[in-house]
């Protein structure tokens, strides 16, 4: 006589035992307990209101918590396929930086009222530059700040319609950078990263999240972030 099938339904009297889901850190499992309650709540017409809400709430949690899962998930993946682009892009960054502090140095000799504004500006660019590089979020394909030449096919209207979302991603990116140093929203200087103090990326990534999101979070301190630095040094 075949076995009988086992039935996985959720009880509704059970307790909703979201904890456990959400310390798995595991999408699977919190897909499947959303699944779980979606359909306790989508069959059971005559659920009690205060169960109904209890479950409610539960749902609306574990999905935020599935999509900052997911989030990570996405963030470390990021953060190992671009790693040597960002290295070496810092590196250059770094190197043009201190090229151009050195120029401003010069340029304020000849007192040039002219020469020294634009030495200035582009000073600015340098410095902003480098903080694109290291606030950048993993969450993203990240946006090369030096592109190479591409051997792309221009006559291809999708290609230039591709190139020119790349384009306006960097330029917003720049400019949220540089409001970000404006109102002291980045959590270390450029000074320390020419010092090779050690930067804390994760804590810069928290500074620029809305409430409702965490970039790159949540990361483990002594783990990815903690790796990064070390490369970079």
């Known amino acids: 006589m075949p076995k009988a099938k086992k039935s996985y339904r959720v009880n509704r009297n059970s307790p909703i035992e979201v904890s456990k889901a959400i310390n798995t850190g595991s999408s699977a499992k919190l897909k499947k ?12 017409d005559k659920l009690p209101a205060d169960k109904k809400i209890e479950y409610e709430r539960a749902l609306k949690g574990l999905k935020v ?5 997911q989030h990570v998930l996405k963030a470390k993946h990021n953060a190992t396929k671009y790693h040597m682009v960002r ?8 190197r043009k ?4 502090r050195k120029a401003f140095e010069e340029v304020q000799k000849t007192e040039v ?11 600015k660019h340098g410095e ?27 006559s291809d209207p999708n290609v230039k319609i591709g190139l020119r979302k790349t384009e306006a991603r960097r330029l917003e990116f720049r ?29 810069a990534a928290n500074a620029r999240a809305t409430p409702s999101e965490e970039i790159d979070a949540p990361e483990n301190k ?12």
């Open 33 to 44: 307990k959303i699944r779980d309650i979606e359909r306790l709540l989508s069959k059971n």
């Open 128 to 154: 902003i530059d480098l903080m694109y590089v290291m606030l950048f979020p993993k969450s993203e394909k990240y946006i090369s700040l030096y592109p190479s030449a591409t051997d792309e096919d221009l």
């Open 222 to 233: 002594d783990g990815d972030t903690q790796e990064e630095d070390d490369f970079f040094e």
């Open 97 to 100: 930086l201190k090229q151009l």
């Open 65 to 69: 918590e599935l999509q900052n899962s």
């Open 87 to 94: 290295f070496f892009e810092r590196k250059k960054a770094i």
């Open 175 to 203: 400019k949220e950078v540089e409001k970000m140093m404006e109102e002291g929203k980045v959590p270390f200087t450029v000074d320390d990263i020419l010092s090779g103090k050690k930067i804390d990326t994760h804590a």
């Open 113 to 123: 009222r002219k020469d020294i504004k634009k030495a200035r500006k582009q000073l």
